[in-house]
């Protein structure tokens, strides 16, 4: 927003003032230019333009600000306030004081990082000293990954070194762009692709951690995307792409809906109260509540996976360049579906009504309570989160019982009260989930297993389902089995020293590689 | 013979030689030891007089000891040198080549030679050795040089003595004197004379300034005076005869304390002499002159200087009882009252708890006053007393003097004894807690128990018997709990009677078993029994631990509502106080500030306590330790606290309104979780309860609605009267205007500092209404403008009636009070006439309402009856509602009752065709049922209502707001201290009016 600010501010300056000689109207048409492209994420073209401008006005403000802006783009947070020290906060129209203010607490909120790049070369992670350290090596890995799978989906590889920035805490986001720390709480926003970088909060900022690795490789999709449309990609279109592509660095295009999206959709579509496109912008952390935006960004999915599933990867590629070129989106999507865009909301509303989606209880409210900024606080409520959410009372009493049970120590009795509600009530998840956990107390393995399996399968960001899991296949000896149940939880709970040794020892059965750095991460950890 | 004869002559001579020597040395050093110490020993003993008895022992002791040392060596020198053999190996030292052959000789010619040793060899050995021995000189072998140090030593003694006589005769003297235990002449040997010899003593007493007396001259005394500590006094008098020199000597002998020499000036008359002295004990003093010829003479009767001692201060405290129940967060009333001659610079409040002294500074208005008195309200919520403990207090005065150090005064001693009743409440829920986990235990060993296992059963029955024992003493406990619900109460009377029953079946079953394995019979059946029951008992259990499990937690949350009431009212003290700080600046405000936010905090950390209740679940997730650290922010209130702290009122107060919303917000979701928590697992009760408040709540509604319709009726009479007025109003107006402008210019006139708190609050009533009252003047609205004046009025009664009463017990707030209220009183009577004269110009409701209007006051007024008589129905229903928690029902009856009163009231304005009075009330009605529904349900929330109010009626000083003294009595006591009394005498009498008064 505040790019295309200085854009259009640039542009009434240029129609204003009365046109000057051939060499300093040269230099204004430059430094229009240099602006458009920063904004566009045309950093290079930019670059080579701002030198320019350096070399002809080099005490302009305006020139003084690019290069600040470029600077700042660039990761050199002290230098963009140097460049732009002596200029007045309105200079610029404005734009000299919201620099300043962003590049100095950025500077603050970054200010004594390390940085690593990875083994490729392609990312430079910068990340503050100490507890995450465990998480360098994984998000390098994640994100050689993701380079890969998408330059192959979207057609475009960045071939300048990405800028990724793993934050302590939520304020630090706030501190590093321009939403409000109410802002990011209401919304769940705890990542972000900006100023030519990725920005990341570290899953330790979180109380029970949330699928960073996913959110990672979603916010290197829009660095993609920004890259090849030259930003022209709406936000809606970015969210839905972004979103289709962030698992590809493990698995291929899957259109299926997690049972939480699929919860929401279900409901919103019968109530009637979907998300409109228009809505969505300028940016989902805008929306009112984390509600929202999972309903957003669920829509934006499955009109993504519609788009995939008839156009296939070549259509999204086309999509992309049509909107570069200036084409709207909703023209070049309806344009690479060889329809109108009515026609297309119409036939994706009904693709969507026809894949028979289905409202589960409790579904949503886990989806809402995923990312924890706070833990709840009032009586009992940080130790039986979810035992109210039990839907049958006869269930829920035995849940309950369960719960004061296995709290004082009494394992078995509490398995008898599990499986007394389980029985009331086959499919409650949380309950399942608790009495998988207490087998593993008592040492039956076996039955834990099998209890957590299918609660992986509903939820395959269930990280306590899949510790289990893990801890349970450990234990009988099965080290794959156990390997692929801990590479679940670390995609949640990277920081649960249970995952990183579990991992570490099954890794060392595998004869895996990657065991060193889990024995180090659990070395840490521990 | 003549040989050995000459050796022994020589040995002789050089024996004696040698002791005399040593008697020289020693006398040398024992002089010169002598002459030192009874140098230093005086001198020591001028310096530090009161250590001469000492220092003559240790004188007398070491003399003694040298002179025994002395002797000794001389005598010890005598028996050495008087030996020959002694004398043979120092002259042998001394001349190594005689030395064996002189050494052989005395021994041989001493007879200890071989029998058989040659005589003649004897012969010429001695022989040779008398030649050679005749050519020594004594005097050279023991040379008197080996004096010269000890006479060395003592020429320095010498040189010392000469020195110190010299240089300090007068201490050594005084030294000397002292050791010797002797005294000095009397007066420094003056004569004394019989008469005087000075003429009239003239005194000028200069007391300490912390007394605040002025200068006092004693002109022509015999020399006499009575004097403070600290005082200077300037004595001026005349010599008889001519002298030369003069002084003030004290005490029967004159050494009682350093004379203090007098100036001497020669004038026609006589010599003036003049002196200054500071007094500091009782004493006598006699003026010592001397004459030009050197005659000292000295008087032989002496003045006496007498000593007004500063009395301690005396204070009394007053407080409700002597010994007092209180529970430990009450606030009790404190008043004191000090006196003290000169001045009371520090009150402080002194209690004892577990061994450790604390003090509390009390609030003194003006230091340094002869009189203090102030009430105290003491927050024991502030101290933490624990409950049982036995609290002696009392206040400590202390005054101003500032030359002997401040003198102390002390109050008698009262007691507090701690009592709380919400701690044992809280005692009992522990309790209950610990019942919980046995019943919990109990299930957790019966769930997984195999049948056939007889032991663990036994043990299991064992245990169950031990819970029927427990519930028994935790339901008994109950019953003397006045804050627990009874409902409680039941549920463990059955919970008892069920596990009791139990145990005595199952101990049946399991002896019967047991006989029959015994027996060697078959106990299939019993067997089966026993899990029937076993099953029968885990149902119960499952059931009793959840009912406990929701009692408990139901109960804490009720604490944590109360809590929340606790800290709604400190919350909205603390917005007061801060709007103040913000107004004021004021440091004290300030404190009250960070009072208020501690016991707040500490209110927040009580709810936080109980809110994290009993373990219910394991947390299986993992849970990132740095994101729960990074949780605990600074809170809400410390920012608050900080904003004041810097001074930042402003940012201070905005804060506060944040947290006071939050505050809000948290005490909102917990009224509802707890009406959820009821809903869910109290029903019937909650069911009851539900009804009577939405019952409640419509009534509030449909008053409201009336309340509403008379407004409307009331606007329309407002404006048919003004227009009916609008001829005429003009000259009203004008009149009016003036009339309001008295009154406001009145009330300006009362100076702010003479107000008291509660006045100064009242009268910012009393100006919002009269700018009300200015605006419905200005709009031509009469009927409102009555009502404004009506009320404006009644604010300044109160006001007056505040300060008179304050002016009348004879503390005024300050001496700008009687000023206050004589201006408000002037104003109070200003507003009553410009009442009479807007109710004058108002046309009656009568002569202004139509037929129309008429009428729809008389359907109100039915209407407003039928509302009375559901409220009465009301009433009736929630007195005889038993599912209500204990005395809740009767409680909501008897308001129910006090709003129907309300009602009436209306009902009769109506009936007076007096909308604006029948608004009013309606309005009032309505707001009483409103109040009524909230209170009920924070009653709701428990047995424990009332706490509240509880804590905020601090326990009061009975009697002390009620008393007056008879106004002929005041009235008098006025008149008499009008009265002059003889000079010097005034301050008694103000003292002794002081004491009257109170």
């Known amino acids: 927003v505040r790019r295309l600010a200085l854009t259009v501010a640039i542009a009434v300056v240029a129609s204003v003032v009365p046109a000057p000689g051939p060499a300093v109207a040269g230099s204004r048409g430059d430094t229009i230019r240099a602006a458009r492209m920063l904004a566009a994420w045309r950093y290079d073209e930019a670059r080579e333009l701002i030198e320019k401008l350096q070399t002809e006005r080099p005490k302009a403000a305006e020139t003084r600000y690019l290069r600040g802006e470029l600077a700042f783009i660039s990761g050199e947070y002290e230098r963009a306030l ?195 496109f228009d809505e969505m912008h300028p940016s989902m952390a805008k ?124 394992s078995a009795a509490a398995a008898i009260e599990y499986e007394k509600a389980l029985a009331a009530d086959g499919e409650d998840a949380f309950v399942a989930a608790k009495l998988s956990r207490t087998y593993l107390e008592l040492e039956r393995y076996a039955e834990a297993a099998k209890l957590a399996t299918p609660l992986i399968e509903l939820d395959e960001n269930d990280a306590s389902a899949a510790t289990t899991l893990g801890l349970a296949h450990l234990a009988t000896g099965e080290h794959e089995a156990a390997a692929r149940a801990f590479e679940l939880a670390l995609r949640v709970s990277p920081f649960d020293p249970a995952v990183r040794c579990g991992l570490a020892e099954a890794y060392g059965s595998t004869g895996d590689g990657r065991s060193k750095r889990e024995r180090e991460a659990c070395g840490k950890l521990r | 013979v003549e040989s050995i004869r000459a050796i022994d002559t020589f040995l002789a001579r050089v024996g004696r030689r040698l002791w005399r020597r040593q008697i020289a040395a020693v006398s040398l050093w024992t002089a010169g030891v002598l002459a030192a110490g009874a140098v230093l020993i005086p001198m020591l003993a001028a310096r530090f007089p009161g250590l001469a008895g000492q220092l003559g022992g240790i004188a007398l002791l070491g003399a003694t000891t040298i002179v025994i040392g002395a002797m000794w060596a001389v005598l010890a020198a005598r028996r050495r040198w008087s030996r020959p053999s002694s004398v043979a190996r120092f002259v042998g030292a001394r001349e190594q080549s005689l030395a064996s052959d002189l050494l052989t000789s005395v021994e041989l010619a001493a007879g200890q030679a071989h029998p058989e040793f040659s005589r003649d060899l004897l012969v010429a050995h001695h022989g040779v050795l008398a030649a050679r021995v005749s050519s020594l000189d004594p005097r050279q072998l023991a040379p008197a040089n080996a004096l010269l140090r000890p006479l060395a030593a003592a020429g320095v003694a010498a040189a010392l003595v000469a020195t110190a006589a010299l240089a300090a005769p007068e201490a050594l003297r005084r030294g000397l004197q002292a050791l010797a235990g002797g005294t000095e002449a009397a007066f420094d040997g003056a004569a004394l004379r019989g008469g005087p010899v000075v003429g009239d003593v ?68 006589g010599a003036e002499l003049r002196g200054q002295m500071l007094v500091s004990e009782a004493i006598t003093y006699r003026f010592l002159v001397e004459s030009p010829g050197g005659a000292r003479q000295v008087e032989a009767d002496g003045h006496a200087i007498e000593i007004e001692a500063d009395r301690a201060p005396q204070v009394e405290l007053h407080t409700p009882a002597d010994e007092l129940d209180v529970s430990n967060r009450k ?133 169950t018997a031990q819970l029927v024992v427990d519930i028994g003493t935790v339901a008994s ?36 078993i047991a006989a029959r394995r015994r027996g060697g019979t078959s106990s299939e059946r019993l067997e089966r029994e026993l899990v029937a029951l076993d099953r029968e008992q885990i149902t119960a259990l499952e059931d009793d631990t959840l009912a406990l499990a929701d009692w408990i937690d139901r109960q804490d949350m009720e604490g944590m509502l109360h809590i929340a009431d606790e800290i709604k009212n400190h919350k909205e003290r603390l917005a007061k106080l801060l709007a103040e700080h913000r107004r004021t600046g004021s440091p004290e405000v300030a404190a009250e500030i960070e009072r208020e936010l501690k016991a707040l905090e500490r209110l927040l950390a009580e709810q936080a306590e109980r809110g994290r209740g009993m373990r219910e679940d394991v947390l299986d997730q993992f849970v990132n330790a740095d994101a729960l650290a990074a949780q605990r922010e600074v809170s809400c209130l410390a920012e608050v606290r900080a904003l004041t702290q810097r001074g930042d009122a402003v940012a201070a107060a905005e804060k506060m309104e944040k947290c006071a919303a939050e505050l809000d917000q948290s005490a909102e979701a917990l009224e509802q979780a707890l009406a959820r928590m009821r809903g869910e697992r109290f029903s019937e009760e909650q069911k009851e309860l539900e009804e009577l408040l939405g019952e409640m709540a419509g009534l509030a509604h449909d008053e409201d609605e009336l309340a509403g319709a008379i407004d409307q009726i009331y606007r329309d009479y407002a404006e048919k009267a003004s227009q009916e007025l609008r001829a005429q109003l003009d000259e009203s107006r004008r009149n009016l205007d003036k009339m309001l402008e008295a009154v406001r210019k009145r009330i300006a006139e009362a100076p702010e500092a003479g107000l008291t708190p509660f006045a100064t609050e009242e009268l910012e009533g009393v100006k919002a ?45 300050n001496d700008k009070t009687p000023r206050a209220l004589a201006e408000l009183e002037a104003a109070g009577k200003l507003a009553a006439r410009m009442t009479d004269a807007l109710r004058k110009a108002t046309p009656s409701p009568d002569a202004v309402l139509g037929p129309a209007e008429r009428r729809k006051l ?127 005498y005034r301050e008694m009498i103000e003292r002794y009016y002081e004491e009257l008064i109170k």
């Not at chain 1, 992309?320 to 865009?341: F, H, N, P, Y």
Request: charged content about 30%; aromatic content about 6%.
């Open chain 2, 331 to 463: 606030r009790v009333e404190l008043a004191y009252i000090a006196t003290d001659d000169f001045g009371v610079t520090k009150v402080e409040l002194v209690w004892t708890l577990g061994g450790e002294t604390h003090r509390l500074p009390l609030p003194l208005t003006e230091p340094g006053r002869r009189s203090a008195q102030s009430k105290y309200l003491w927050d024991l919520s502030e101290i933490e007393l624990p409950g049982g403990s036995q609290v002696p207090y009392h206040v400590e005065v202390s005054d101003n003097d500032d030359i002997g150090g401040p003198n102390v005064g002390r109050s008698r001693t009262y007691t507090l004894r701690v009592f709380s009743p919400r701690e044992r409440h809280d005692q009992l829920i522990a309790r209950q807690r610990e019942l919980f986990e046995k019943v919990i235990a109990l299930l957790g060993g019966r769930l997984p128990a195999a049948a056939e296992d007889l032991e663990l059963h036994r043990q299991l029955n064992r245990a």
């Open chain 2, 477 to 512: 406990a109950l019953g003397e709990d006045k804050l627990a619900d009874p409902e409680l109460g039941k549920v463990l009377a059955a919970l008892r009677e069920r596990h009791d029953r139990f145990s005595r079946r199952e101990r049946k079953l399991l002896d019967r």
């Open chain 2, 769 to 813: 209404r009269l700018d009300d009252l200015g605006e419905m003047l200005a709009d031509g609205d009469l009927a409102e403008a009555l009502a404004m004046s009506r009320q404006a009025e009644a604010g300044l009664e109160g006001a007056v009636a505040e300060l008179a009463a304050d002016v009348d017990d004879g503390e005024p707030w």
């Open chain 2, 858 to 984: 008389e359907r109100l007024t039915r209407r407003q009856e039928r509302l009375r008589q559901r409220a009465s129905a009301l009433a009736k229903r929630a007195g005889g509602a038993s599912k209500l928690p204990r005395m809740m029902g009767e409680a909501v009856a008897g308001k129910l009752e006090g709003a129907g009163k309300k009602m009436s009231g209306v009902e009769g304005r109506l009936r007076a065709r007096d909308p604006a009075g029948a608004r009013h009330a309606a309005h009032e009605a309505a707001d009483t049922l409103r109040e009524m529904v909230r209170e009920t349900q924070r009653q709701a929330r428990g047995a424990m209502a009332g706490r509240v109010g509880h804590r905020d009626e601090p326990v009061r000083i009975p009697g002390a707001e009620e008393y007056r003294a008879p106004r002929e009595l005041r009235e008098d006591i006025l008149e008499a201290m009008k009265k002059q009394g003889p000079a010097g």
């Open chain 2, 202 to 269: 003239e005194i000028e007493l200069e007391p300490p300034a912390y007394t605040g007396r002025p200068k006092v001259i004693l002109p022509a005394a015999a020399g006499d005076f009575r004097a403070m500590p600290g005082t200077v006094a300037t004595i001026r008098t005349r010599a008889l005869d001519r002298v030369v020199r003069a002084r003030l000597v004290f005490g029967d002998d004159g050494k009682a304390a350093d004379p203090i020499p007098l100036s001497i000036e020669d004038k026609p008359g």
């Open chain 1, 82 to 276: 140097e460049l732009i020290d002596g200029l007045e906060d309105d200079a610029v129209f404005g734009n000299v004081g919201s620099l300043r203010k962003l590049a100095a607490s950025t500077a603050r909120a970054t200010r004594g990082f390390e940085s690593a790049v990875s083994a490729r070369g392609h990312f430079v992670i910068h990340y503050p000293p100490g507890a995450d350290e465990v998480i360098v090596g994984l998000t390098a890995e994640v994100l050689e990954k993701a380079y890969d799978a998408i330059g192959d989906d979207l057609a475009y590889r960045p071939s300048e070194k990405v800028r990724v920035e793993i934050l302590s805490a939520p304020s630090d986001l706030a501190m590093v762009s321009t939403l409000t720390e109410k802002e990011i709480e209401t919304t769940g926003t705890i990542a972000l692709c900006k100023y030519g970088k990725l920005m990341i909060v570290s899953p330790r900022a979180t109380v029970y951690g949330y699928p960073w690795m996913d959110t990672l490789v979603h916010e290197y999709v829009h660095y993609v995307v920004s890259r090849k449309s030259h930003d022209k990609v709406p936000v809606w279109l970015h969210e839905g792409i972004a979103k289709f592509e962030q698992s590809r660095w493990r698995k291929g295009p899957d259109a299926a809906l997690s049972a939480t999206d699929e919860s929401l959709l279900a409901s919103a579509l019968k109530s009637g109260r979907l998300i409109s």
């Open chain 1, 287 to 410: 929306l009112p509540s984390a509600r929202a935006a999972a309903l957003a960004f669920a829509e934006v999915f499955t009109l993504v996976g519609f788009i995939h599933k008839n156009a296939g990867y070549a259509g999204l590629q086309k999509a992309i360049d049509l909107q570069r070129s200036g084409k709207s989106a909703r023209r070049a999507v309806a344009e690479v579906m060889q329809t109108r865009w009515s026609k297309l909301e119409k036939a994706w509303r009904r693709h969507l009504a026809r894949s028979g989606l289905k409202s589960r209880a409790g579904a949503e409210s886990r989806a809402r309570a995923r990312i924890h900024f706070r833990r709840s606080s009032g009586a009992g409520a940080a130790d039986n989160v979810g035992v109210d959410a039990v839907g049958s009372a006869r269930a829920r009493k035995h849940a309950r019982l369960a719960g004061l049970l296995r709290a004082r120590g009494m």
